[in-house]
């Protein structure tokens, strides 16, 4: 079965009332131990990231009998860009977390609540959405490919960015996005070009400006687990064992963290040869949250992971 490209417009009252997005899904008959994983996508892709023949974090989600939905985020796809006068990011986890209730009362039925899958960008807005508390029932995050600090040199790179988009030569982002020739198989960077889009700068310029600032604001007010992973060999950020536990000790709300690097994967950690074991344990993480229990300790439980082969 292939995934369903769809279209929804919102039409409740809240800060996306009228927008068009649009995205691919996945279906499965949910049960009270199953969750509904929405996966929102970095800069420069689409919804397609999650979806690349051979790599696709929906296939997989599919096959343990998890229902999935992709969202185009605003800008990207079909989907209506939003006005931010302010953040970006928080413009966009306001956009989506209306957007999701909707998607939850159209496909939530019968599932234990929402497990948010964020990639990159996808992962500053994906944590907001957390520190909002919504309205429907979020179970916890799963990010990769982000941490706090960009080397130095990308703020003074991506203000230079003459347009509102930069769309990069597809070998030239390819690069960027991958680890070492022996991290990916042979039909790789190439089988992900499709998903590729250009992207928005004022993202790029607000993960050098503005992101760790915000991260210290959102983190304690996310009441959720979290899972993070960031690739041993990602190019994007500053990327070692303070960092990570940097970013897991600021969490201080959540019930616990499961935070490591990836070892033997650049930053789009699904296209690698490890891709497939990665999204295996961010669908585990989804799983495991769909029984809920009330908290015997509130105290987190961060597990720092060195790096290895």
């Known amino acids: 079965m292939s995934s369903i490209r769809f279209t929804h417009e919102v039409t409740s009252a809240g800060p996306a009332r009228g927008m068009t997005f649009t995205g691919r899904r996945r279906t499965a008959e949910s049960d009270e131990d199953t969750p509904l994983v929405i996966a ?5 892709y689409s919804s397609a990231y999650f979806d690349v023949p051979g790599y696709s974090l929906l296939d997989r989600a599919a096959a343990l009998g998890v229902p999935i939905i992709a969202i185009d985020r605003p800008g ?3 989907s209506s860009p939003v006005p931010a006068d302010g953040s970006v990011f ?3 986890a306001a956009a989506l977390a209306h957007l999701i209730g909707e998607l ?6 019968g599932a234990a609540g929402v497990v948010l899958i964020g990639h990159s960008i996808g992962v500053p807005i994906s944590l907001a959405i957390a520190a909002s508390t919504p309205e429907w029932p979020l179970l916890g995050v799963a990010a990769s490919g982000c941490l706090l600090r960009e080397p130095e040199h990308f703020a003074a790179i991506w203000a230079s960015i003459p347009d509102r988009t930069l769309r990069s030569p597809d070998k030239e982002k390819a690069a960027r996005m991958f680890g070492p020739d022996w991290t990916r198989r042979d039909d790789m960077p190439e089988a992900a070009y499709f998903a590729n889009e250009p992207v928005l700068k004022a993202e790029l310029v607000e993960s050098s400006a503005g992101w760790h600032s915000l991260f210290q604001d959102l983190a304690p007010k996310i009441p959720v687990p979290v899972h993070l992973r960031v690739g ?3 190019q994007l950020w500053i990327v070692d064992d303070e960092q990570i536990a940097e970013f897991a000790a600021a969490l201080t709300s959540s019930p616990f963290v ?3 690097l990836f070892p033997s994967a650049g930053h789009a950690i699904d296209y690698h040869r490890v891709g497939a074991a990665f999204q295996t ?6 799983l495991q949250l769909s029984p809920r229990r009330p908290p015997t300790d509130s105290r987190v439980a961060q597990r720092i992971r060195p790096p290895g082969r």
């Open 258 to 260: 499961d935070a490591a």
């Open 281 to 286: 344990q961010q669908l585990a993480f989804a």
């Open 76 to 78: 990207y796809g079909g």
């Open 40 to 44: 929102v996508h970095g800069g420069g």
């Open 90 to 92: 928080l413009a966009n």
């Open 104 to 109: 939850w009362q159209a496909h939530g039925a």
């Open 232 to 234: 041993e060999f990602d």
